[in-house]
């Protein structure tokens, strides 16, 4: 059993800051690639940021710049700082993890639950 579990979201102004967290726990071996997608109101799921277990990062054009994707290997915590908010920022932002279950397995994505920002004065 994983789960992946959410934090941070919330309601700020334009130009605010949030700082989103996910951990996962469970019964994991390694976590590799983490995420952040986003799904607003009527639209499909988006990428917003991406992190390899090395480190490596990627982001959608929209959030370069503003948005800072980042990791803790020793917590299997992912985070997303998410700094000068627009209102074309509000949506559920989803969490996504790549992870082993044993040395053997392969590695299978999770998901979490979601956790609500919106962007608004």
């Known amino acids: 059993q994983v789960q992946l579990v959410e934090s941070g979201g919330g309601l700020v102004q334009p130009g605010g800051s949030l700082r989103l967290s996910c951990a996962a726990s469970?019964?994991?071996?390694?976590?590799?690639?983490m995420g952040w997608y986003r799904q607003a109101p009527g639209k499909q799921r988006e990428l917003v940021a991406t992190?390899?277990?090395?480190?490596?990062?990627n982001y959608a054009d929209s959030v370069k710049g503003r948005f800072t994707i980042s990791r803790d290997n020793a917590k299997n915590t992912v985070y997303l700082q998410m700094n000068s908010l627009k209102p074309e920022d509000t949506a559920v932002y989803y969490c996504?993890?790549?992870?082993?279950?044993?040395?053997?397995?392969?590695?299978?994505?999770?998901w979490g639950q979601g956790t609500q920002v919106t962007v608004s004065s």
């Open positions: 996504n993890a790549y992870l082993r279950h044993t040395i053997a397995s392969i590695r299978l994505s999770y």
């Open positions: 469970g019964s994991i071996f390694s976590v590799g690639a």
């Open positions: 992190i390899t277990d090395g480190g490596s990062t």
